[in-house]
């Protein structure tokens, strides 16, 4: 991020992580093991353990989400949640290629922390402590916004309002790039072996099967250019649309 922009680097930033922000109950009460614990960073935050995670997708699933964005990425590009892996600095690669700047929120301060370490000194971010289902941002303030394996994770209502609030802080034109679990086809093993690894470990992501992510828009969304792609037989989605207004 230039001098010139006004905006802090990420060294400069603490205040925007250390931010005063209650912890949704649906996180506390299924994800306190993945996020919120202090050991979830050390156990999770391992690259052979997310592509694993992943079945072996990872990087794959990640290229896909940053094609989606495109090649360089000038103006401000928001990602909404953090991520264990190197999602957000090969986004960053493309920001700095746009001579671009990145904005990541997560309402966990230790999962900011983690980010940072990952990051580079002078890496043209800001990091902030926010709820992705209430946004502090200006209407229409990002040329693009992303959500890298967030939905599966939110109860209905949450998931509505992250998507409402997406919808409203990238202007129009811009556009929204989600990478989410989805329903396999019929013929992929996967769909009856991991559905009950997910019930048990991902108590929201079956309702995301059962439903197109545009079922969670708001009903007056305004987008066009939807595209979806699957991976993996099906099990994974990525899907992109453009508000038009």
């Keep these: ?139 229409a303030s990002f040329d693009r916004v992303v959500l890298f394996f967030l939905l599966h994770e939110m109860p209905e209502d949450w998931r509505r309002r992250t998507l409402a609030e997406a919808l409203r802080v990238v202007r129009p034109g811009g556009r929204v790039v989600i990478m989410e679990y989805a329903q396999p086809a019929r013929w992929n093993p996967m769909r009856y072996l991991f559905a009950p690894i997910l019930a048990r470990l991902e108590p929201f992501a079956l309702d995301l099967w059962r439903h197109d992510i545009r079922d969670f828009l708001p009903a007056d969304a305004k987008i066009g250019g939807f595209e979806i792609q699957r991976f993996f037989g099906g099990l994974y989605q990525l899907v992109s649309f453009e508000r038009t207004e």
Excluded: C
């Design 1 to 139: 991020m230039s001098p010139a922009s006004g905006e802090p680097p990420i060294a400069e930033a603490e205040a925007g992580i250390n931010g005063a922000q209650a912890i949704p109950s649906y996180l506390t009460d299924n994800y306190w093991w993945a996020y919120v614990h202090p050991n979830a960073v050390w156990v999770f935050e391992r690259q052979w353990l997310i592509d694993a995670i992943l079945w072996g997708n990872y990087h794959r699933l990640r290229d896909a989400a940053l094609d989606a964005l495109g090649p360089t990425l000038p103006g401000r590009t928001l990602q909404v949640a953090s991520a264990y892996g190197d999602f957000t600095p090969s986004l960053l690669d493309r920001a700095v290629a746009g001579q671009g700047e990145v904005d990541v929120i997560d309402v966990l301060p230790i999962q900011l922390e983690n980010l940072k370490r990952k990051l580079r000194a002078n890496a043209p971010v800001r990091l902030a402590t926010m709820d992705s289902a209430a946004l502090t941002f200006e209407s």
